[in-house]
Every structure is written in C-alpha cells, then in structure tokens.
C-alpha cells in the first residue's frame, strides 16, 4: 500500500508574500503567525509580506520566517485530517517536520530556529565561507574534485539534493578552486549562492556550542511517525538521537537523495511539500518519478487528496 510521507523545505525557499494568503484565508495560520510575533519580539508578518527582499534572505530572519509558514500550511493540513506515515524536512525543513510530527511545540522550534539562524550569521562573520551548487556532474567526479580543492581552502559536499546538483560550502578560496575544477571537468552549470556563510561545512562549528545548549533547553519527544534524518538517511523517532542528529547537521551534509530512496523504500510514493515554493518537487522530479509531490502552501491545495 502506497504511504505518505510530509516534506518541508529549506533556506532558499522564501518569497516576500508569503504565508499571506494563508494569514487572510485560515483562522489557525493567523493565530500562528500571532503567536510567532509575541514569540520573536518583532512583526514577522511586516516582513513576510512586504519585505524587504534582503531583510528576508537574512539568515536569523528566513530561517523562523520559513518555519513559521510552513507551520502555518500545517495548520491546512491537520484541518483537513491528512494522515502521513513520515516526515522528512531539507536543512531547517528538519525542525518544520519534527514540529509537524509533535516532537516539540511550535514555540520551542521557533525559539530554537531564531537561535540557529543567529549562530549560523555569526559564524559566517567569523568565518568567512561561499557556497555552489554544482549542476550535471556525476557524484564520484565531484567528490574527487573536492579532494583536489581542498589544497586551496576548506570545501566540502554540502546538500546531496539530487543526482545532477549537488552544493558545495566551505572558504571563499576552497569553493572557487572546487567549482573552477568543476567547470574544467564537464559541469552542465555552476551557480555561486547568495548565503551568509558555508552552510553544513566545518567552517559552522563555531555555531555548534549554542546550538547544543539551545537544543538542551527544549523538552523533545518522540515524533508521532518516524523522522527521515539529513544526516543518517533513515527513519528514527528517538527523542535523544533526535536531538544529537539536529546538531550534527549543522556540520553535516543534507543526504537528500539518499533520504528520499529510503522513504520510497519504505513506500512512501506519494508525498506533501508543506511550505513556501516548490524546490523539494522540482528535486524529487530529479530523484525518482515514482514519488509524487504535492505542494501545499494554502488550503484549497488540499482538494481532493484522500485522508
């Protein structure tokens, strides 16, 4: 029997305007997105729906402003007694899923993404990184490439997001000798990211202490349905190896790929993309035809999908 699995997506899928048909159409999204301005201290609404644009792309405001909409297109999907047999989220997308599944409240994940969102800027500051992504070469060359580039500067695989792109982080000088040698060797496409840092690299363990602390302070339980981890690629629903797996990831790569067979393993082919865009449809597309993704950002996306 074909299962469902719910994904929420990263840092790279926000928009100004988002959430806002969700806030005008959803009594329970509005009351959410409430809850989140008493909890942050600032109107987050202002800047969902009216930007700026580059107030928005700031990591400590994107990472609670995506986690905030995609609980906020949550609320559509419990209203309509949606059920799922696992979650998975890409990056930040982890802490929208576990929310999701109940391993923690709205509140403490919010708190808790503020705080990542904060120590990963800080340790951009402190140590200064770039990140890419590589499109249209194979995962062997490139990860051989990375070895050769790593004479030039930290650079490491950052996000496994399907067989053709991969993205690398790590210094200024390591990611520009890796994506020169990239381009040398047939990549289709390299793309320099706009970020703030060198995301899942060793160049994040300045970010590590605060986030175990942060982590430390919030009640975790297990989820409701099991977690497919970024970091192991399987399903687990124990609250403490939740707890350090969320910590390993920030210095960890995203196995997107990996986790996305693994959920069609366990026959999860039909799945909800819970949250601002459709980049988590456009990979799976890239992944594997056999999985299905619905976006679903405001209730009418609903219509018409079984219980």
Partial sequence: MTRRILLFPGQGSQYVGMGKKLAESSAPAKALLEKANAVLGFDLGEILFNGPEDRLTRTDITQPAIFTVSMMAMEAVNQEGIGYDFVAGHSLGEYSA?????????????????????????????????????????????????????????????????PSQIVISGSVAGVKAAAQLAESAGAKKVVMLAVSGAFHSPLMEFAVPGLKAGLAKIPITAPKVPLISNVEAKPVTDAEAIRALLLRQLTSPVRWVESMRAALGLDAKEALEVGPGKVLMGLARGISRDMKVTPVENPEDLKGKAV
């Fill in 98 to 162: 576990l929310c999701a599944a109940g391993a923690f409240s709205f509140e403490d994940g919010l708190a808790t993404v503020r705080l990542r969102g904060q120590l990963m800027a800080q340790a951009g500051d402190k140590s200064p990184g770039s990140m890419a992504a590589i499109l249209g070469l194979e995962t062997e060359k490139l990860e051989s490439i990375l070895k050769d580039a790593a004479q030039a500067g930290v650079v490491v695989a950052a996000n496994y997001n399907s």
